[in-house]
């Protein structure tokens, strides 16, 4: 069973950075997928950005493009999200999530290829 632990969040003003950080525990395989979903008051959870260890590939929601980078450290099992110019619509509760193996059954962002889940880190940005 993978664990996955978020933390990070926070209070920032409107154009100010955070970086969260999801901690898991041992992954059973190297190929697997790892993303950032969040989900706002009202709304849908929605992917932001993520990462495929196999190639290294990233990816992002047209939203967060050029602001938003999604990272990981192997040797620390941890997966970041730096999130620059932040906008108050970023305000969300934001997940990381792993799906292990090279197949996924549709896009990365996608949140229901995704198998395991952390608890969500909150982020609110004021204007």
């Known amino acids: 069973q993978v664990q996955l632990m978020e933390s990070g969040g926070g209070s920032v003003q409107a154009g100010g950075s955070l970086r969260l950080s999801c901690v898991t525990s041992e992954l059973t395989s190297n190929t697997y997928y790892m993303a950032w979903f969040r989900q706002a008051p009202g709304k849908e959870r929605e992917g932001v950005a993520g990462?495929?260890?196999?190639?290294?590939?990233?990816y992002y929601a047209d939203a967060v493009k050029g602001r938003f980078t999604i990272s990981q450290d192997d040797a620390e099992n941890t997966l970041y999200l730096q999130m620059n110019s932040l906008k108050v619509d970023d305000t969300a509760m934001y997940y990381c999530?792993?799906?292990?193996?090279?197949?996924?059954?549709?896009?990365?962002?996608?949140?229901?290829?995704?198998?395991?889940w952390g608890q969500g880190t909150q982020v609110t940005v004021s204007s």
């Open positions: 990462f495929y260890s196999g190639s290294g590939d990233t």
């Open positions: 999530a792993a799906a292990i193996g090279a197949f996924l059954p549709g896009s990365p962002l996608n949140d229901g290829v995704y198998t395991f």
